[in-house]
Antibody, heavy 122, light 110 residues
Framework: QVQLQESGPGLVKPSQTLSLTCTVS??????????WSWIRQPAGKGLEWIGR???????NYNPSLKSRVTISVDTSKNQFSLKLRSVTAADTAVYYC??????????????WGQGTLVTVSS | QSVLTQPPSASGTPGQRVTISCSGS????????VYWYQQLPGTAPKLLIY???QRPSGVPDRFSGSKSGTSASLAISGLRSQDEADYYC???????????FGGGTKLTVL
């Protein structure tokens, strides 16, 4: 059973880059069977999909964030990462990583990590 | 404003049946699967329904999903206090080429 755990700084200054890592356990990130995703949730608000990456390196990003986002995979560490550039207070949120099955038309997210709060403030 | 529209709140008494709606368009629900997630207070979301009406292992059959045209619904029967949570619908949007979520529905068990 795959398990995911987010890690990274809890505080980022405005205009800087938010960097988070998701460590995968119980499975290999090299597997062609999965894709790896990031989702965020501002306090008291709903879920926002950020993007995903396949083992092949193919990515899909939320159009509203695409110009600032990069998702990458580090197979040597069994991790995938999120970089969000030029952050503002509006990027303050709980950030979740999640995985999904890489099959045509399948876009579910399961399992999820526990989430990590990132605050953007000077 | 979310691409998928859900009522912000729903409520019911223990044992009742409640439904939560999710409205979309031809580019998302109309042509793709619908998923439902349950988020208990202070926890990460959990997949509740996939492929419109399938339950992952471990999800009670009190939870059921349906889809018709560009709308979907989540039904919870035999309501319990532990069902009090936020519920989100989701789908793929062909126009946006991404996953979209509804705004979420807060379910209160009275």
């Amino acid at each position: 059973q795959v398990q995911l755990q987010e890690s990274g700084p809890g505080l980022v200054k405005p205009s800087q880059t938010l960097s988070l890592t998701c460590t995968v356990s119980g499975g290999s990130i090299r597997s062609d069977n999965y894709y790896w995703s990031w989702i965020r949730q501002p306090a008291g608000k709903g879920l926002e999909w950020i993007g995903r990456i396949y083992t092949s390196g193919n990515t899909n990003y939320n159009p509203s964030l695409k110009s600032r986002v990069t998702i990458s995979v580090d197979t040597s560490k069994n991790q995938f990462s999120l970089k969000l550039r030029s952050v503002t207070a509006a990027d303050t949120a709980v950030y979740y990583c999640a995985s999904g099955v890489a099959r045509p038309r399948e876009n579910w997210l399961d399992p999820w990590g526990q989430g990590t709060l990132v605050t953007v403030s000077s | 404003q979310s691409v998928l529209t859900q009522p912000p709140s729903a409520s019911g008494t223990p044992g009742q049946r409640v439904t939560i709606s999710c409205s979309g368009s031809s580019s998302n629900i109309g042509s793709n699967y619908v998923y439902w997630y349950q988020q208990l207070p202070g926890t990460a979301p959990k997949l509740l329904i996939y492929r419109n009406n399938q339950r992952p292992s471990g999800v009670p059959d009190r939870f059921s999903g349906s889809k018709s045209g560009t709308s979907a619904s989540l039904a919870i029967s035999g309501l319990r206090s532990q069902d009090e949570a936020d519920y989100y619908c989701a789908s793929w949007d062909d126009s946006l080429s991404g996953v979209i979520f509804g705004g979420g529905t807060k379910l209160t068990v009275l």
